[in-house]
Nanobody
Framework: QVQLVESGGGLVQAGGSLRLSCSAS????????MGWYRQAPGKQRELVAR???????NYADSVKGRFTISRDNAKNTVYLQMNSLKPEDTAVYYC??????????WGQGTQVTVSS
């Protein structure tokens, strides 16, 4: 049974930083792409960043240069380092297993709130 557990969310002032972690179990982590998505109130869930099993990454235009996704296969964990946070980054952030959001598994989400 796949389990994804996010941590690291919280309240931060604009310009600050947070690092989200997603710990995975029940899978061969190193063989899977992983991603971070977010959903703000009243908006659809959107891609933030993804990383392939080989370490290739892609990012939403809105976070390029500010966010970095990485993975530690020894720890079965994917990270999202978020710098220069803006109020518009406020959302629930979800960890996702796989490449396409139409498939795979989701974590329970972690709230990120950026105050102005």
């Amino acid at each position: 049974q796949v389990q994804l557990v996010e941590s690291g969310g919280g309240l931060v002032q604009a310009g600050g930083s947070l690092r989200l972690s997603c710990s995975a179990s029940g899978i061969i982590f190193s063989r899977n792409a992983m991603g971070w998505y977010r959903q703000a109130p009243g908006k659809q869930r959107e891609l933030v960043a993804r990383i392939t099993s080989g370490g290739s990454t892609n990012y939403a235009d809105s976070v390029k240069g500010r966010f970095t996704i990485s993975r530690d296969n020894a720890k079965n964990t994917v990270y999202l380092q978020m710098n220069s946070l803006k109020p518009e980054d406020t959302a629930v952030y979800y960890c996702h297993l796989g490449w396409s959001p139409s498939f795979g598994d989701w974590g329970q989400g972690t709230q990120v709130t950026v105050s102005s």
